[in-house]
């Protein structure tokens, strides 16, 4: 197990703002905002910590709009069947108190989120959108296999060296306490290495028999939606921690000796969960009433899991959709246009 050590600086704080980042992914353009004679100083979402950041690489925000846009879509396309299904929230705090306490949700959300800044500013590195860095050229030369390592390999080391930057100079030097900032820096971490972990190798040959003898080959990260994947995995199998204090530094170990040791890659969190069910305001908690749900399922889209034991209404719904394709030449598609009732089950 991987321990992770931080001296404990308890500080009093406005509230955790951390992730409010995040809420860049709902401003339609920060182009405006960073024309504004404030620039930086201006762009709502930004921290103290990452005001130089942004003011040291101004064309970078774009990438890290990019970036929390990507955390928020791959949350909500994880999480689509369960009660805490990602919504987002009005204000600055996208996710509202669910992201910022330490839960087993709040764990995946900066997990995603700190892997979603380093794919964005390393797809821009290797699209030639950033000055300050481009293709990895570090991966060159001939390989004992026969190989030639050319090409724009994903520059990776850079897009992590941002995004533990900016994401996690805030969480150094805020937080509700010591063992908070433990655990978001760790799970951003993971997110980070799970990113890195699962790079592959992309390939050109070049000789014309087609035997490949000669190819040229460089690293690509993997999709946004596999590491996401992946991410969801580490959610299931998170593990439970609680402070402990080991000579001068603060140590996250397992709650339970049954719980397995966590790696690096692992997905950790201090408490349990709120309750979904219900409308919370406070926790900025949606509720699942009004959720459609699948009548027929035991999985956790299925009214039963989904309403908690509430019930649901059954409304019939007029569905259209295109029916009788026919190809006609040359060359398009005619259709018409098929109306029909469905059932669509909904929580009380």
């Given at each position: ?128 959108e950033l000055e300050k860095c481009g293709c990895n050229c570090k991966i060159r030369g ?108 603060e140590l996250l170990v397992p709650k339970s000796s049954r719980f397995k040791p966590y ?55 007029e569905v259209v959709e295109l029916c009788s394709c026919k190809f006609r030449w040359c ?18």
């Amino acid at each position: 197990m991987e321990m992770v050590c931080l001296h404990a600086v308890l500080i009093p704080v406005q509230c955790v703002a951390a992730v409010t980042w995040l809420y860049l992914a709902k401003q339609t353009s920060l182009q405006v905002s960073l024309q504004d004679r404030r620039g930086c100083d201006g762009l709502m979402g930004l921290v103290e910590e990452q005001i130089p950041i942004c003011q040291w690489q101004v064309e970078a925000m774009d990438a890290v709009k990019q970036g929390a846009e990507l955390a928020v879509w791959e949350c909500q396309h994880k999480f689509h069947s369960r009660c805490w299904n990602c919504s987002t929230l009005q204000g600055l705090q996208v996710f509202g108190k669910v992201a910022v306490q330490g839960t087993w949700e709040a764990g995946f959300i900066h997990a995603i989120s700190a892997a979603g800044i380093a794919f964005a500013v390393t797809c821009a590195c290797s699209h030639g959108e950033l000055e300050k860095c481009g293709c990895n050229c570090k991966i060159r030369g001939a390989n004992p296999e026969g190989f030639q390592w050319s090409g724009c390999s994903d520059n990776l080391s850079y897009g992590i060296a941002f995004s533990q930057a900016f994401v996690g100079n805030p969480e150094r030097s805020h937080g509700v306490s010591s063992s908070q900032a433990l655990v978001n820096l760790h799970n951003n971490e993971a997110g980070r290495k799970d990113l890195l972990t699962h790079m592959k190798v992309e390939c050109k040959c070049h000789d014309v028999s087609g035997s490949c003898k000669v190819c040229t080959r460089w690293k690509v990260m993997p999709s946004f939606r596999k590491v996401g994947n992946i991410l969801k995995e580490k959610f299931e199998g998170a593990t439970e921690v609680y402070p402990k204090w080991v000579s001068s530094c603060e140590l996250l170990v397992p709650k339970s000796s049954r719980f397995k040791p966590y790696t690096a890659h692992d997905l950790v969190y201090l408490l349990a969960s709120p309750d979904f069910c219900d409308w919370d305001p406070r926790q900025g908690v949606l509720g699942t009433s009004g959720r459609q749900c699948n009548q027929t399922f035991l999985a956790m889209d299925g009214c039963k899991l989904l309403c908690c034991d509430r019930g649901f209404h059954t409304a019939q719904v007029e569905v259209v959709e295109l029916c009788s394709c026919k190809f006609r030449w040359c060359c398009s598609v005619k259709c018409k246009q098929c109306r029909h009732l469905v059932e669509v089950h909904r929580c009380r």
